[in-house]
């Protein structure tokens, strides 16, 4: 994989190598995705609970009687 970066985040990355907190510009970019992937799955969740905060208060409701049903009901699965 070959990977093209602007000279700005191209400074970044040798800037980080280069204080020691990372070993290699492989490194700092695995943990840039690690968080940006991290960061959609955050923004995701917070959708995911305005919109049923939203259907709570208007009162649809659905009953979940054990911890397995509840979980493929948040997995999306009936």
């Given at each position: 994989?070959?990977?093209?970066?602007?000279?700005?985040?191209?400074?970044?990355?040798?800037?980080?190598?280069?204080?020691?907190l990372y070993n290699?510009?492989?490194?700092?970019?695995?943990?840039?995705?690690?968080?940006?992937?991290?960061?959609?799955?955050?923004?995701?969740?917070?959708?995911?609970?305005?919109v049923g905060y939203r259907e709570?208060?208007?009162?649809?409701?659905?009953?979940?009687?054990?911890?397995?049903?509840?979980?493929?009901?948040?997995?999306?699965?009936?």
């Amino acid at each position: 994989m070959n990977v093209s970066l602007t000279p700005a985040l191209e400074a970044v990355v040798k800037d980080r190598v280069e204080s020691g907190l990372y070993n290699n510009a492989s490194e700092v970019i695995r943990e840039a995705l690690r968080q940006s992937i991290q960061a959609e799955e955050a923004i995701k969740l917070k959708q995911n609970a305005e919109v049923g905060y939203r259907e709570l208060e208007s009162g649809k409701k659905t009953e979940v009687n054990s911890k397995a049903d509840f979980l493929k009901m948040a997995r999306g699965r009936k």
